[in-house]
């Protein structure tokens, strides 16, 4: 299901970036590739760490984690 939100969301990516507001703009033209390899990435990105969270949570790890970073943090 992640993944395929992922693709959905990759999609209405490429489509914002070529429809008029967006593709208009000649800083988007002159990089869209760029644009939407960057955005992409920052997405999936996301999507691991909101996976890494699901999974540490479900194995009870995921308290004990963020308490032990807090508490170092705090040192």
């Known amino acids: 299901m992640l ?11 490429i489509i914002a970036l ?4 967006l593709g208009s703009l000649r800083v988007v033209s002159l990089h869209r590739p760029m644009l939407q390899r960057r955005t992409c990435r920052v997405l ?7 996976w890494l969270s699901l999974i540490l949570n ?16 705090v040192r």
């Open 58 to 73: 479900f194995f009870g790890l995921l308290t004990p984690l963020t308490a032990t970073t807090k508490s170092a943090l």
């Open 18 to 21: 070529q429809v008029p507001p």
């Open 3 to 13: 993944y395929t939100a992922i693709r959905i969301l990759e999609g209405l990516i």
């Open 44 to 50: 999936e990105f996301l999507a691991f760490f909101f």
